[in-house]
């Protein structure tokens, strides 16, 4: 009987693939994420205050930030060249990897009182928490704020509002709109969460 000499055959080598290869891929993984490590930190805390947190970070929001640094409309002399070899697979699993990770506590000062009035002054014009959400924890594609690096919110930000990161307009119209007292002030109040 060869038909079922050679089905016989192919299931012995799926079997040995699906032995040999699961251990790699999960290897690669836990390797592709040890690269992040360096910046984004050992511990989920990053090396330099103006790298983002992603420990905890929602998953879809990571993973559109990895596609939208591959597609260029965001821009990051490294993050460009750690996403240039990656495919939706390699990102939607880094996501999903950090996001299961838990936030990270930078120890920030929490705002002044005057502070974080203007905050909340600001956010009752803008609504952040609208599509924030309550306490500022995201959700999805929607980022987690609360506890972010108060230099890396200053400076992407900054990058929103010149358009230099160009991957949300609707971001950039309303960080726009939106005057840059409040926003420090918002930011003071965000990293202090
Ligand atoms: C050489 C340092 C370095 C390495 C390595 C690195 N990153 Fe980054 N990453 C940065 C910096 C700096 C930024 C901020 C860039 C910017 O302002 O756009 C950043 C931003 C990000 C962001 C955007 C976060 C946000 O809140 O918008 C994500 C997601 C991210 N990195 C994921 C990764 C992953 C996943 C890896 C590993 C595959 C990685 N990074 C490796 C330095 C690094
Ligand atoms: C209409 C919904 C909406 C509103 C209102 C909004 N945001 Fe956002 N915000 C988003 C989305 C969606 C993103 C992710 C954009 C992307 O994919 O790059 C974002 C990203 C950000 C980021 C970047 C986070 C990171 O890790 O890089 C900051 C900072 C931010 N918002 C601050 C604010 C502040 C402060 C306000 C209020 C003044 C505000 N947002 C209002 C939807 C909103």
């Known amino acids: ?31 592709k994420a040890q690269i992040c490590s360096a910046c984004h ?5 990053p090396q330099e205050r103006t790298t983002p ?4 970070q929602h998953q879809g929001y990571t993973y559109i930030q990895l ?7 965001r821009k990051d002399e490294q993050m460009t060249a750690i996403v240039a070899d990656m495919d ?23 705002a002044d009182e005057a502070t974080t009035m203007r905050a909340l ?36 930000i900054a990058q929103f509002r010149t358009r230099e990161r160009a991957n949300n307009p609707g971001m950039s119209d309303l960080m726009i709109a939106t005057s840059p007292d409040d926003l420090a002030a918002l930011v003071a109040y965000l990293a202090g969460r």
């Open 1 to 31: 009987m060869p038909g079922r000499r050679r089905a016989a055959r192919v299931f012995a080598i799926l079997i040995a693939m699906s032995m040999d290869i699961t251990p790699v891929l999960a290897q690669n993984l836990e390797e």
């Open 41 to 45: 930190g050992e511990n989920g805390v």
């Open 53 to 56: 947190i992603i420990w905890g």
């Open 67 to 73: 596609r939208d640094y591959k597609r260029g409309t």
């Open 88 to 110: 939706r697979n390699d990102m939607m699993a880094l996501a999903e990897y950090f996001s299961k990770k838990p936030w990270p506590n930078l120890q920030q000062l929490r």
């Open 121 to 156: 002054r600001a956010n009752v014009a803008v609504n952040c928490t609208g599509c924030h959400l309550g306490e500022y924890q995201g959700d999805g594609t929607v980022p987690r704020l609360a506890g972010q690096s108060a230099e890396y919110m200053s400076k992407t």
